[in-house]
């Protein structure tokens, strides 16, 4: 239930505060780590619960990272962004492998 008003968020610059999206990414980033933590656990959960979300974050993500409007976008919420698929790339690198040539 989270991961999609996450999502949401995000993608939705006209209706939240650049500096709450940022702090979405921040949470979805925190959810990613907790995810990967429990995956050694209960082997299923991240293709469960994060990789259906995950293609539509990372186009988000990348959506943002090309925008030129700085309304919408700050350093802020790009350097959130860059670490957040940074870690999604270590912890999940064949998830996000076609996902790397746009990134």
């Not at 650049?18 to 780590?33: C, E, Y």
């Not at 209960?42 to 988000?60: H, I, M, R, T």
């Not at 976008?73 to 940074?86: F, H, N, Q, V």
């Amino acid at each position: 239930v989270i991961l999609p008003q996450l999502l949401r968020v995000i993608a939705e610059p006209q209706l939240y505060s650049v500096r709450t999206r940022s702090r979405a990414v921040n949470i979805f980033m925190t959810l990613t780590r907790l995810i990967h933590t429990v995956t050694s656990l209960v082997p299923n959960v991240a293709q469960s619960f994060l990789f259906p979300y995950l293609p539509s974050f990372v186009d988000s993500f990348i959506q943002i990272l090309n925008s030129s409007n700085e309304c919408n976008t700050d350093p802020g919420l790009r350097k959130e962004i860059i670490i957040s698929l940074a870690k999604l790339i270590e912890c999940f690198p064949g998830v996000l492998r076609q996902h790397l040539m746009a990134i």
